[in-house]
C-alpha cells in the first residue's frame, strides 16, 4: 500500500510540474508577442527614417515608371564653376508655367552611363581627325566605369555605326582608330538596326556631312533603346550638308531618347578659308546642346582644349543632379511640355528644356 501510495504522489507532482512549465512559456510567448511603449516608437521612427530615404532617392529609370518625369542635370555659378551638394529644397521645378512636387532627388547621381561618340569623318575634318582619335580615346579610358557601356559611330557621305555598344574602352579606341576621311560616294546609312543598310534620300542636295542624320539614327536606333543616364559627343565642325532630317528632327529625336547632347567644335578654319566658304556651324549646334542640356566647347584645332573639353564633360557627367516628379497633366499624347528648373540661390540649372508625353 505503501508503495502504490508513493507512486501516486509521484505521478501528482509530475502533473503539476508539466503545468508549471506551461504557464511560464505562455507566459514568455505573452511577453514576445506584446512590444513595450518603447518598442512601438523605436518600430515607428525607423519607418518614418525609411520613408524620407525613400523620397530622397532617385528614380532607378524614366522607362521603368513613365509616370515619372527623370531629369539630369548641372548647377553652375556666374563663372562656370560647378555647384555640387545642395539640398532638395534648393530648387523649384516647373512644367509648362505650373509648379510641380519634386518626389525624387539625389544631388550625385551613381546610375550606369550610356554614352555616345558621334565623330565627323568629312572632307573638312582631315586635319583634326587624328587629334580627336588620340585624345578621344584617352577620354573613354578615363570616363567608363564596370556598368557603363558606349557606342561609336561616323559621319560623313553616310552614317556608320563602327562600334555597337560596349563596356571595353579597347573596342572602342579601336573602332576610333578604324575611322577614315570619306568624301565622295553614294549617301547611305549602314550597320544601324531597323534601317537595313538602304540610302538615306538626298536627292537634289549636295552630299558631304550627314551631321543631322547621325544625331536622329543615334537617338532613335541606339539610344532610344536604352535606360538610366544616357549622353552623345560629337567631335564635329557643327556643318551640315545632304541630312535627310533637319537640326528640329535630331532634336527632337535626342529628347525623346532623353539623351543629353554635347558637342566639340573641332574645326579647321583653314578649310573653309582654301574653299571660299563661310562657316555658321556653330549657331545650330547651339540649338541642338541648348534644348538637350548639353553644351557646346570650342576647339578649333588645339589638342590642349579638346583634352580640356572632355575633362569639362567628364566632370559634368559625374556630379549630376536627378530630379524626379509626377506631372500634375497625367495625359500622354505625344505632346511635347516645357520644364523648367530653377535654383533658389540663383545658380544657373543646364538641363533640357522638356519632354515629350510619349504614349505608354
Known sequence: MRSLFRLRAFCIQLVL?????????????DVQMVPDQQDREAADKAQSQKDEKDADQPVTTFKANTNVVQLFFNVKDKKG????????????????????????????????????????????????????????????SQILREKDMA?????????????????????????LNSVKINSGGQAVVSGLPGQGGGPVPTIGQPKGTLLFDAVYLASHDEMGQQVDRKAMILLTDGEDQG?????????????????????LLCADRGFYWNAGASFSGDSEMKKLTLETG?????????????????????????????????????KRDGSFHKVEIKSKQGYKVQSRSGYFAIPD
Open 151 to 175: 557606342f561609336v559611330m561616323d559621319f560623313n557621305i553616310g552614317v556608320s555605326l563602327v562600334q555597337d555598344f560596349t563596356s571595353s574602352p579597347r573596342r572602342l579606341k579601336e573602332a
Open 294 to 330: 548639353g553644351r557646346v566647347i570650342e576647339v578649333g584645332n588645339k589638342p590642349e582644349k579638346l583634352r580640356a573639353a572632355f575633362q569639362q564633360i567628364s566632370d559634368e557627367l559625374r556630379s549630376q543632379y536627378n530630379i524626379g516628379y509626377v506631372p500634375l497633366n497625367p
Open 81 to 140: 564653376g560647378m555647384i555640387g551638394n545642395l539640398p532638395k529644397d534648393a530648387f523649384e521645378v516647373a512644367e509648362d508655367g505650373k509648379p510641380q512636387t519634386i518626389k525624387y532627388f539625389s544631388a550625385e547621381s551613381q546610375l550606369p552611363l550610356t554614352l555616345g561618340i558621334l565623330i565627323d569623318s568629312s572632307a573638312s575634318q582631315e586635319r583634326v581627325l587624328n587629334m580627336e582619335q588620340e585624345v578621344g580615346g584617352a577620354f573613354l
Open 17 to 29: 510540474l508539466g503545468l508549471g512549465l506551461g504557464t511560464l512559456v505562455a507566459l514568455a510567448q
Open 243 to 263: 541630312s535627310q532630317y533637319k537640326v528640329r528632327d535630331a532634336i527632337e529625336a535626342a529628347q525623346k531618347a532623353d539623351t543629353i547632347v554635347y558637342v
